[in-house]
């Protein structure tokens, strides 16, 4: 499994169309969601991405940094539907967690807009709930955030 983290400017056409494709797929056709998927944070994410030997795109998340230089939001984690239940979202999230602490020093504050029935999944990292559940796209979600230990102020 090879794993890029990569600015927009970065990626290529093929990582991009392969990145829209599965997001849409997952955030707007399976879950029956209608709203603007590609957005401006794209630009300015960093873009995780997990690739297979056959260049199959098997899951991806993208890490936004805030005006706050100490906070970043994980945002659009998904993995593809053709791997699921191999502990991808597991080993995703972890891999988003080591590229802040590494790539991004001062960042202290993880902040998450979690699915509701995904609210064990993200505390087992260390996510505290900040948020009483509401709906988003008519879907339950709650706000989350980790607090980084040993990263600087």
Same mark, same amino acid.
């Given at each position: /499994?090879?794993?890029?983290?990569?600015?927009?400017?970065?990626?290529? %056409? *093929? !990582?991009?169309?392969?990145?829209?494709?599965?997001?849409?797929? &997952?955030? &707007? =056709? #399976?879950?029956?969601?209608?709203?603007? #998927?590609?957005?401006?944070? $794209?630009?300015?994410?960093?873009?995780?991405?997990? *690739? %297979?030997?056959?260049?199959?795109? &098997?899951?991806?998340?993208?890490?936004?940094? #805030?005006? %706050? !230089?100490?906070?970043?939001?994980?945002?659009?984690? =998904?993995?593809?539907?053709?791997?699921?239940?191999?502990?991808? +979202?597991?080993?995703?999230?972890?891999? +988003?967690?080591?590229?802040?602490?590494? $790539? /991004?020093?001062?960042?202290?504050? =993880?902040?998450?807009?979690?699915?509701?029935?995904?609210?064990?999944?993200?505390?087992?990292?260390?996510?505290?709930? &900040?948020?009483? =559940?509401?709906?988003?796209? +008519?879907?339950?979600?709650?706000? /989350?955030?980790? #607090?980084?230990?040993? %990263?600087?102020?």
């Amino acid at each position: /499994m090879q794993v890029t983290v990569k600015s927009f400017s970065e990626l290529s %056409n *093929t !990582e991009l169309f392969k990145i829209y494709k599965l997001r849409t797929q &997952v955030f &707007v =056709v #399976e879950q029956l969601c209608a709203y603007q #998927e590609v957005d401006d944070e $794209d630009l300015i994410a960093q873009h995780l991405q997990f *690739t %297979n030997e056959a260049q199959q795109l &098997v899951a991806y998340l993208r890490i936004i940094p #805030e005006t %706050n !230089e100490t906070i970043v939001h994980i945002g659009r984690v =998904v993995v593809n539907p053709l791997f699921r239940k191999q502990g991808y +979202g597991r080993k995703l999230i972890t891999s +988003g967690l080591e590229t802040i602490k590494k $790539d /991004m020093p001062k960042v202290t504050t =993880v902040k998450i807009q979690a699915q509701a029935y995904l609210r064990s999944f993200y505390q087992s990292f260390g996510f505290k709930p &900040v948020s009483d =559940v509401y709906l988003d796209t +008519g879907i339950p979600h709650l706000d /989350m955030i980790l #607090e980084l230990q040993g %990263n600087k102020k």
